[in-house]
């Protein structure tokens, strides 16, 4: 019974690390858009021809994301916005982000 459970632990563990590594390659993906954006202007075209292609599925699916429209939608709308994704991961970005919503719905509020 032991070594059962050890082996799904590890199975387990081994999955997740599957997943992060997939997980990490739709970061690349965004941030190669978010680069054609900026250089060329159609990043959200891009990432929206990435995510709906065969690979793209497959890497969205692998990663743990349901590869539907609403996630090309949001990608496009990630890649439209043109922060790069280690600066929106960011501790310091996040803050910022709630600051200024914090500011904004005082404004609505007033």
């Known amino acids: 019974m032991r070594d059962f459970v050890d082996g799904t632990a590890f199975n387990n563990e081994q999955g997740n690390r599957a997943r992060k590594l997939f997980a990490a390659v739709v970061l690349a993906a965004l941030d190669d858009a978010i680069a054609d954006d900026k250089k060329y202007g159609n990043g959200p075209e891009q990432i929206a021809r990435w995510a709906r292609s065969r690979d793209g599925r497959e890497v969205l699916s692998c990663a743990g994301i349901d590869p539907n429209e609403r996630v090309v939608t949001g990608l496009m709308d ?8 280690s600066v929106a991961l960011s501790r310091e970005e996040s803050e910022r982000r709630a600051v200024a919503e914090a500011a904004d719905q005082e404004v609505r509020a007033a």
């Open 78 to 85: 990630f890649v439209g916005k043109g922060v790069r994704t």
